[in-house]
């Protein structure tokens, strides 16, 4: 009977170790999944459009240098011989503007507001419509109209993916993220705990079990007694 209990309690510390060691993993295991990145793949891609926006305004105003008369010598008169009504110097500079401030706000500075996408668009239209009705571009050929609309497109498309797709996105993510760690948190209460000492496993044979069972023997024996001392 000792061994039967002591056998009975082993099994049943067993289950228990074997509960706490279980729940534990999974709920760890559930928070490593949820967790949170450190830079959205929208925002990620609006970054990348920043960058493409640099390097198209570039490009083209390299191949216009090209081919009014090679870079060096244009060069020397957009940028040492700057005239603001002949010039695409400026427009290059504007790109680099937008770059540096979007790339400062929502890439390094992780800003979640659409201000800053706001002043660079702002700066970006202005100066290109002002630029356009004054300068003499459109006389220039091909890339005095080139330039400009580029810009201003790519100005536009930048606010459009900010406020249409970033922030809203990320908006998503955040509530989901949230939800995600309130339900973490109730999890200790959700998971199952450690086996009482009632649950789940077969006890051993009582006292009254083995009297129960040994009982017509008993009864027999008393018959007999009783049958002698007649």
Same mark, same amino acid.
């Given at each position: 009977? #000792?061994?039967?209990?002591?056998s %009975?309690?082993d099994s049943?510390?067993t289950?228990?170790?074997?509960?706490s060691?279980?729940?534990?993993?999974?709920?760890?295991?559930?928070y490593? +999944?949820?967790e949170?990145?450190c830079i %959205?793949?929208v925002r990620?891609t609006?970054?990348? !459009?920043?960058?493409?926006d640099l390097? !198209?305004?570039?490009?083209l105003?390299i191949i216009?240098?090209n081919?009014n008369?090679?870079?060096q010598?244009?060069?020397d008169?957009?940028i040492?011989h700057?005239d603001?009504?002949?010039?695409f110097f400026?427009i =290059?500079?504007?790109?680099v503007?937008? !770059?540096?401030?979007?790339?400062?706000?929502?890439?390094?500075c992780k800003?979640?507001h659409w201000?800053?996408?706001a002043?660079?668009?702002?700066?970006?239209?202005? =100066?290109l419509?002002?630029?356009?009705?004054?300068s003499?571009l459109?006389?220039q050929?091909? =890339?005095?109209?080139?330039l /400009?609309?580029?810009? =201003?497109?790519l100005?536009?498309i930048e606010?459009w993916?900010?406020d249409?797709k970033?922030?809203p996105?990320?908006?998503?993510?955040e509530?989901r993220?949230?939800?995600?760690? #309130?339900?973490?948190?109730?999890?200790?209460?959700m998971c199952a705990?450690?086996?009482?000492d009632?649950? !789940?496993?077969? /006890? /051993?044979e009582?006292?009254?079990?083995q009297?129960?069972?040994?009982?017509p023997? +008993?009864?027999q024996?008393?018959?007999?007694?009783a049958?002698w001392?007649?």
């Amino acid at each position: 009977m #000792d061994s039967r209990c002591s056998s %009975s309690a082993d099994s049943r510390l067993t289950a228990r170790g074997m509960g706490s060691v279980n729940t534990t993993p999974i709920c760890a295991r559930s928070y490593e +999944v949820g967790e949170k990145k450190c830079i %959205s793949d929208v925002r990620r891609t609006f970054c990348l !459009f920043v960058t493409f926006d640099l390097l !198209f305004i570039t490009l083209l105003w390299i191949i216009e240098l090209n081919v009014n008369g090679g870079i060096q010598q244009q060069l020397d008169k957009e940028i040492l011989h700057y005239d603001y009504h002949a010039s695409f110097f400026d427009i =290059f500079l504007l790109a680099v503007f937008r !770059f540096a401030a979007l790339i400062l706000a929502y890439a390094v500075c992780k800003l979640r507001h659409w201000w800053a996408i706001a002043i660079t668009t702002a700066v970006s239209c202005a =100066f290109l419509i002002i630029k356009v009705i004054l300068s003499k571009l459109l006389s220039q050929g091909a =890339f005095g109209y080139l330039l /400009p609309i580029v810009s =201003f497109v790519l100005a536009w498309i930048e606010t459009w993916l900010l406020d249409f797709k970033v922030l809203p996105q990320e908006a998503e993510d955040e509530n989901r993220y949230q939800s995600f760690v #309130d339900a973490t948190q109730r999890a200790p209460l959700m998971c199952a705990g450690p086996l009482s000492d009632g649950q !789940f496993y077969s /006890p /051993p044979e009582s006292v009254a079990g083995q009297f129960i069972h040994t009982e017509p023997a +008993v009864v027999q024996n008393i018959n007999r007694t009783a049958e002698w001392n007649i």
